[in-house]
T-cell receptor
Framework: QKEVEQDPGPLSVPEGAIVSLNCTYSNSAFQYFMWYRQYSRKGPELLMYTYSSGNKEDGRFTAQVDKSSKYISLFIRDSQPSDSATYLCAMSAEYKLSFGAGTTVTVRA | EAEVAQSPRYKITEKSQAVAFWCDPISGHATLYWYRQILGQGPELLVQFQDESVVDDSQLPKDRFSAERLKGVDSTLKIQPAELGDSAMYLC???????????????FGEGSRLTVL
């Protein structure tokens, strides 16, 4: 079993819909939780970063961490075609970063 | 804006040949990572450097892969001989000094896509 599990999708939604993405993990030592966005043929770029449990909002994006359930989520409100990408969850304890498989999202105009 | 530079962007090679990838991290970034990303999967760490020293190479297939960062700046990842299963995107990432023990942001390059025929 992988340390980080993420449903690869793909996920297709109409423009304006709410996109809901999530990951589960098994390593209780993880303290830092991140979401990276990766456009086709590009490297990942950091989208959201959260330390420990709680919520964090940045514009149309909301990240949630529930350490008791070992579950993290990313919500994208008012989704746009430009949000079409692969979203990777990532988490770390100390120096090592572990990634999920990524969920491919397509927002239809 | 400072970027992580990688080359080549694309490489096609035949199995049993040697291949090398180069990475130049953002200036001043002490920590450098090489990740391998197979299509449809998340990146997996191959090797991590702190300055010129290897911090973690536990997932590097050392019988065919080697990595170096001689002067603590740019880095080279080599595969010899290449196998069909090595086809993947090889990503380099860097992180500023003083953040290696935390979950701070990794800055990724655009990657080098390898196809082994």
């Amino acid at each position: 079993q992988k340390e980080v599990e993420q449903d690869p999708g793909p996920l297709s939604v109409p423009e304006g819909a709410i996109v809901s993405l999530n990951c589960t993990y098994s390593n209780s030592a993880f303290q830092y939780f991140m979401w990276y966005r990766q456009y086709s043929r590009k490297g990942p770029e950091l989208l959201m970063y959260t330390y420990s449990s709680g919520n964090k909002e940045d514009g149309r994006f909301t990240a949630q961490v529930d350490k008791s359930s070992k579950y993290i989520s990313l919500f994208i409100r008012d989704s746009q075609p430009s949000d079409s990408a692969t979203y990777l969850c990532a988490m770390s304890a100390e120096y090592k970063l572990s990634f999920g498989a990524g969920t491919t999202v397509t927002v239809r105009a | 804006e400072a970027e992580v530079a990688q080359s080549p962007r694309y490489k096609i090679t035949e199995k049993s040949q040697a291949v090398a990838f180069w990475c130049d991290p953002i200036s001043g970034h002490a920590t450098l990572y090489w990740y391998r990303q197979i299509l449809g999967q998340g990146p997996e760490l191959l090797v991590q450097f702190q300055d010129e020293s290897v911090v973690d190479d536990s997932q590097l297939p050392k019988d065919r892969f080697s990595a170096e960062r001689l002067k603590g700046v740019d880095s080279t990842l080599k595969i010899q001989p290449a196998e069909l299963g090595d086809s993947a995107m090889y990503l380099c990432a860097s992180r500023p000094a003083g953040t290696s023990g935390s979950g701070g942001e990794l800055f990724f390059g655009e990657g080098s896509r390898l196809t082994v025929l």
